[in-house]
């Protein structure tokens, strides 16, 4: 992901509105970009600047905070994704396996009895 993506994709990130694939790499992109960085945290900030006051505390390492702990919760979201991902991939492949057994009994079967 470039520079100019990740721009792009700070508004999706902080509505929660993209996919985990993209997320990931727009996470590895500003966590190595300063200026994508700084861009994320800026808007954080405007988007959260009223619950921050509500804290009482509006200081830049609060900020800062704050959006490392989003981060992190977001990793630990696509860290969940994959996974979910594998799982789910260990189930297909044991559905596939089951069903070529399960076919070839039948076929044993057929060819026992004179089916074919
Ligand atoms: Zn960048």
Same mark, same amino acid.
């Given at each position: 992901?470039? %520079?100019?993506? !990740? ?17 990931? !790499?727009?996470?590895? +992109?500003?966590? +190595? %970009? ?5 861009? =994320? ?10 619950? =921050?006051?509500?804290?009482?505390? $509006?200081?830049?390492?609060? &900020?800062? @905070?704050? $959006? +490392? ?9 696509? @860290?969940?994704?994959? @996974? ?5 991939? %260990? ?8 069903? =070529?057994?399960? =076919?070839?009994?039948?076929? @044993? &079967? ?5 089916l074919f």
């Open positions: 992901m470039d %520079c100019k993506e !990740a721009t792009k994709y700070v508004r999706l990130y902080l509505d929660r509105k993209l996919d985990p694939l993209t997320q990931e !790499a727009f996470l590895d +992109h500003v966590e +190595h %970009c300063s200026a994508c960085y700084e861009e =994320l945290e800026m808007t954080y900030m405007l988007d959260n600047a009223s619950d =921050l006051l509500s804290a009482g505390d $509006l200081s830049v390492p609060n &900020i800062s @905070r704050a $959006l +490392h702990e989003d981060m992190n919760e977001r990793r630990g979201q696509v @860290r969940v994704f994959y @996974r979910f991902l594998t799982g789910e991939y %260990c189930l297909y492949t044991l559905a596939f396996w089951a069903f =070529l057994t399960a =076919l070839a009994f039948q076929l @044993r &079967i057929w060819f026992t009895n004179g």
